[in-house]
């Protein structure tokens, strides 16, 4: 049965990246033709996708599931928040070429705090699912996203 949903929303996620390009092959142009509401749905579907996958994958039970994705998706929504966040700040306002001693020393402190943020993310995360899943699934699920990630871009690419 998992396999099944995995399957059809793997199948619907990828109709959606099959759309023809109108105007050719730039990417700002296929993010024109894409309403906000299109991308919602598009993004929606590859988290159900991505959630199927999991749950096939690590052998997640429905009373697990349960208690774990809400947790899963509020981290994950934070990191993305925090990474987003990072990039903002490290845009390059000035060559590193052209920096100071000190200014370098402040830019380096800077990522260090980030990175460190991060970390701190990560392990609490990590902490939560512990009181949800067990330690050897917890302990796959980098790899199962990564997976995830890896068929995604494969089947994006192929279309």
């Known amino acids: 049965m998992n396999k099944l949903l995995f399957l059809l929303l793997l199948f619907c996620t990828t109709t959606l990246f099959a759309q023809p390009n109108q105007k050719g092959h ?3 142009e296929r993010a024109e033709q894409i309403n ?23 052998e997640i039970t429905e009373k697990q599931a349960a208690a774990f994705f809400p947790v899963y998706w509020d981290f994950d929504q934070r990191m993305v928040e925090d990474k987003k966040d990072i990039a903002r700040r490290n845009r390059p306002d000035q060559p ?3 920096l100071t001693e000190q200014e370098a020393r402040t830019k380096l402190l ?5 990175k460190k943020r991060i970390m701190a993310l990560s392990l609490e ?6 009181e949800i899943l067990p330690a050897t699934k917890v302990l796959r699920l980098p790899d ?6 890896k068929k995604l871009w494969e089947r994006t690419r192929k279309q």
Do not use: D, G
């Open 26 to 28: 730039p990417r700002e």
């Open 110 to 114: 800077e990522r260090r705090t980030q």
């Open 144 to 149: 199962v996203e990564r997976e995830f990630r």
């Open 36 to 58: 906000p509401e299109q991308h919602a749905k598009r993004f929606a579907r590859i988290k159900a996708a991505r959630q199927a996958f999991i749950i096939e994958e690590l």
């Open 96 to 98: 590193s070429k052209k």
């Open 125 to 130: 995360a990590e902490n939560k699912y512990l």
